[in-house]
């Protein structure tokens, strides 16, 4: 064969096989949109910029009904994330708590997985105006879950894989107690199951965790601030304004309060470093930087208050939550006379604690969860909430000591990570 007929016939060849594979590429994408729309046939689907390393995304806005049991009672649109990589690769569904964008979770990306995006019923997009706050239940989220993942089943074959970071992770949890057969594996991320409306075990946790001379110094700051209100609530005002900010939910006097009581949960729970505590002379736009830059006062601003309604509901319903400790400061406070959070939650509607809820799921993941794997960060003050597992239990619980609510399996030593990926090849075989 001469160069020329070479040359021509190499040619060929490659526009055939770049024809070819451009092809299987669009007949894969119009295969997939056309199966979502078999399965969403109600559902508005619109593909979106891809995620990295996925050949395609899409938005799914779901009619979901209000109540599963009386789909008769109405519906509100439920926003879902799906990216793709193969029919026949695992697939993650991120049982996010709160609001969710499309952003990939860390264990997709270690199991190159597809991914299934779920923002939690009443959050965010999905938050229906007025919010019907019956039907805002656990019960109703996991429903939510399952009859997504059983019709996407229909055309992912692979594994399954459940995460959530926080109260998603918990949601996954309580989704495994619910459907333990949904899923191959679940893997919840820095999760607590709370025991009461106001578990002590978070104050225990505060009160023991680091060393005494860093315990010292938190408290002499929360005293700093609130010895020091007015000229703190000066610059609290300036910030304020600057940002755009109303506080008529929470007047600022009291959100100060209420950020001072929060300092230590907080502190913990977001890896605060000893070091960076300002002494008790410090300026008081430094005593306010730094209380800012750990609890965050913007929590407390007009509309950050209505954005987490729906959270304060289901804390104080079912999920339980934790109490301020009001003794290292209690002399000092004039607006906040108790230790509860229900002072954010929704004041149009009687809310009543089930204490029986979580305790169930507790009961289960540590009795019978098999094939879940924790991470927790150890100073995370939801830490102290964590369920155990049994000995008997299938489960791994992986725990960095030092670790934060920003802990993830990237963070963790690397015979922990061969650990942890070892036993999730294993589950998923």
Sequence with gaps: ??????????????????????????????????????????????????????????????????????????????????????FDRPTVI??????????????SSLLQANQVAVEYRFYGKSRPNPIQW?????????????????????????????????????????????????VDVAMPYVAPLINTCEDPRTIQHTRTVGTLECREKITAFQRAVLKNREAVLAVFQEYATEKKMQFTEVPLNEALEYAVLEFP??????????????????????????????VGVRTYNDKMFFVYLPSYYQHLSELGYYGFDLEPVADLLTKVKSSSNARFAPKDVVIKYNPKYIKKV???????????????????????????????????KMVLPQGSHSTRVKDFAENDQKLIMDTLGKWLN
């Design 1 to 86: 064969m001469n160069r020329k007929t070479f040359i021509t016939t190499l040619l060929f060849f490659c526009l055939n096989y770049f024809a070819a594979a451009a092809q299987e590429l669009q007949e894969t994408s119009t295969n997939l949109q056309q199966r979502l729309n078999e399965l969403f046939p109600k559902a508005s689907i619109t593909r979106i910029e891809n995620l990295e390393h996925y050949t395609e995304t899409y938005q799914l806005i779901l009619d979901e009904p209000l109540d599963h049991k009386h789909p008769e009672k109405g519906t509100f649109q439920h926003y879902i994330y799906l990216s793709h990589l193969g």
């Design 94 to 107: 991120e049982t996010h708590g709160y609001n969710t964008e499309n952003v990939k979770s860390e264990v």
């Design 134 to 182: 019956k039907y805002l239940t656990n019960d109703q989220a996991i429903e939510d879950y399952h009859d997504i993942v059983a019709k996407l089943k229909k055309i992912y074959s692979g594994k399954w894989i459940s995460t959530g970071i926080s109260k998603g992770g918990e949601t996954a949890l309580i989704y495994k107690s619910k459907y333990p057969n949904d």
């Design 265 to 294: 949960f907080s502190f913990w729970q977001w890896g605060g470093k000893c070091e960076e505590i300002p002494s008790v002379n410090a300026s008081a736009k430094d005593l306010f930087d730094y209380l800012n830059k750990i």
């Design 362 to 396: 507790r009961k289960y993941v540590e009795n019978r969860g098999d094939r879940i794997l924790y991470i927790y960060g150890g100073y995370d003050t939801w830490f102290s909430c964590s369920p155990t597992p049994n000995p008997g239990v299938n489960a791994l």
